[in-house]
């Protein structure tokens, strides 16, 4: 009998084609995601108009896909360690897909409100476990920039929905983008078929075909065999309670500081793509379109998720996202002062790139500290907690603006959460996380002496 140890074949797996199939499919629902979460900024001039609301009553109407987003990602993250991955995300996107379409059917501002809630629910919910799907299936050597190479099809998806929505709106009315985001529910059947489960739930299921396949899969040199016996590392067999283990083995004090650093990073993102437009307005600045906006802010998002994914797969991902949080602070506070518009557009791309990016570098920071059996419900978890600073953003600015004070002192305020974000990384016990004591444990493996063993992979 041969012990098989997926993690080892995994993490020392080279990248093949069964990866970037894993890579395109969840690169394509994050995609889909991130169009079905712009799209309703996109139209929400022509829906207030039709609908004949306020502007208050608008800001309650787009932040309840927040409020979904942060239900969504805390229980179906936890759910998926429970009924396997794929499922969840299926789920998932049946919910943003159906309830986004949904919403262009409706004609007024609670039925409106209540299916983007819905939809929020699969918006937020598909991206913890897209990332734990991504980062569980990732070679070690390049798992931080698969993860945020994935993650930028968040971006992707914002500009598709800018660069498509006044062209569908024109032609065919708001509720027009809103249809099309139902797409998506016809490839239920294909992820179904093509996306792989999780190694934890299928372990625990005892489904040892599925396992033989997905071993050969990551290693095509594995030839299976009668009586292979699949393991896991103990921290990454599948739990009964998954939530209670985000704070055992000293992880606590860091699952804090990750659900810190999330509510920080969070809360900029949606200040900027709230209010950066109307500050630059009054300043005076003439600034084009909204849509270029979008298209430099998004822009700068992928370069800093994929440049800060390259590096933090080359040095410390801890540092890496210190420094990135740094530079939102600093390119942040400076969008306060008047300069040239090119520098104000480069200032705009950078403050992309160290908010909207760094969030989906610290996904991944997230998705490789914890084992692989809570893996969704540490991401979910934090991103549900982050969401609460996504809901506080717009409020907590525009009351701000409301004081009519100096530009470079809004700016100052949506920068200050980026200082704290640091704090709280550069206090994260990086020799808790599971990449560290699985490399600490190979380690002290290599040190021993050999007695007699044959297996090629032994299980730890």
Request: aromatic share 10%.
């Amino acid at each position: 009998m041969r012990n098989i140890d997926l993690h080892k074949l995994a993490d020392e797996a080279r990248f093949n084609r069964f990866h970037g199939l894993v890579l395109f499919w969840c690169a394509l629902i994050i995609i889909f995601d991130g169009y079905d979460l712009a799209v309703a900024g996109i139209a929400l001039p022509s829906i207030m108009k039709e609908m004949g609301v306020s502007p208050t009553n608008a800001g309650f109407m787009v932040s309840s896909a927040l409020f979904g987003m942060m239900f969504g990602a805390i229980f179906l993250g936890t759910i998926a360690d429970k009924i396997g991955r794929r499922r969840a995300i299926v789920i998932c996107v049946a919910l943003f897909s159906v309830f986004t379409a949904g919403a262009g059917l409706t004609h007024e501002p609670i039925s409106f409100s209540v299916m983007r809630f819905l939809a929020g629910l699969g918006i937020g919910g598909v991206m913890p476990n897209v990332v734990a799907q991504m980062t569980e299936y990732s070679p070690r050597k390049i798992r931080s920039t698969m993860v945020t190479l994935m993650f930028s099809g968040y971006a992707v998806g914002g500009m598709l929905a800018a660069l498509l929505g006044k062209g569908l709106m024109e032609a065919y009315g708001w509720s027009s983008v809103f249809l099309a985001a139902g797409l998506p529910v016809l490839l239920i059947p294909a992820i179904l078929k093509s996306m792989p489960e999780s190694m934890p739930f299928l372990i625990k299921a005892n489904r040892l075909d599925e396992l033989q396949q997905l071993a050969k899969r990551l290693d095509p040199g594995y030839v299976p065999a009668a009586g292979d016996n699949f393991a896991l590392p103990r921290e990454d067999k599948a739990v009964s309670a998954p939530i209670g283990r985000l704070f055992q083995e000293g992880r606590g004090f860091s699952t804090v500081m990750f659900w810190i650093a999330f509510f920080m990073c969070l809360f900029m993102v949606y200040a900027l793509s709230s209010w950066l437009t109307k500050l630059m307005a009054s300043a005076g600045y003439s600034l084009g379109s909204a849509l270029t906006f979008v298209l430099v802010l998004n822009f700068g998002a992928m370069i800093g998720a994929v440049g800060g994914g390259w590096l933090a797969d080359r040095f410390h991902i801890k540092y890496v996202l210190v420094g990135m949080y740094a530079l939102a602070a600093v390119s942040i506070t400076l969008l306060g002062y008047r300069v040239p518009t090119e520098v104000l557009f480069l200032l705009v791309g950078l403050a992309g790139a160290s908010t909207i990016g760094t969030q989906i570098v610290t996904y991944a920071y997230v998705g490789q500290f914890y084992p692989m059996a809570v893996r969704a419900t540490g991401i979910g978890w934090a991103s549900g907690v982050g969401r609460s600073g996504a809901i506080l953003a717009p409020i907590v600015i525009g009351s701000l603006v409301g004081l009519a004070l100096p530009l470079e002192q809004n700016f100052m305020a949506i920068a200050i959460p980026a200082v704290i974000a640091a704090i709280a990384v550069s206090l994260i016990n990086h020799g808790r996380s599971t990449g560290a004591q699985r490399a600490d444990a190979s380690h002290a493996t290599h040190e021993r002496p050999a007695v007699g063993a044959k297996v090629a992979v032994a299980s730890k």
